[in-house]
């Protein structure tokens, strides 16, 4: 792979393609024609380049991510006690879960497990009671060593 990293417009080509670009706007960026783009995205070392970018992409957003979780949980956490609108709550309660789910995946994949856990079923969050949010919100709390939330 050490050879792309000599090639014409690279990493601007790679990057580009890697952030979803088009073959034509990555081609423009990097400066070379549209039909040269599409050359090398049939060379394999050229894939594994753009792959290896996207994985540092998505490293770099989970870590991003998980660093400011605790706060972004929080927030939310007050919307959700704020909020006159039972649909406000929900969405809060929604949110929370979404990220503590996504938070999971990333710790199955950062365990070196090939495939993250997945439910048996799809989880239906509307089906959650307003019971069931504060049971949950308060393991959440427990697993992270603060007191249980009061409500």
Avoid: C
């Amino acid at each position: 792979m050490s050879a792309i990293h000599k090639s014409k417009g690279y990493p601007n080509f790679a990057l580009a393609i890697a952030e979803g670009r088009t073959v034509h706007d990555a081609s423009t960026a990097a400066g070379f024609s549209e039909r040269t783009g599409y050359r090398r995205l049939e060379k394999q070392e050229w894939q594994d380049a753009i792959q290896e970018i996207r994985v540092l992409m998505a490293e770099q957003t989970v870590n991003f991510m998980s660093s400011n979780l605790h706060d972004t949980l929080e927030t939310v956490k007050k919307l959700m006690d704020k909020a006159d609108s039972d649909s406000v709550k929900l969405g809060a309660a929604k949110t929370i879960l979404q990220m503590v789910i996504a938070q999971i995946k990333q710790l199955d994949l950062n365990r070196g497990d090939e495939t993250p856990v997945k439910p048996e079923k799809k989880l239906d969050f509307r089906a959650l009671t307003t019971e069931e949010i504060k049971q949950f919100l308060a393991l959440m709390a427990k697993l992270q060593g603060e007191n249980e939330p009061e409500y």
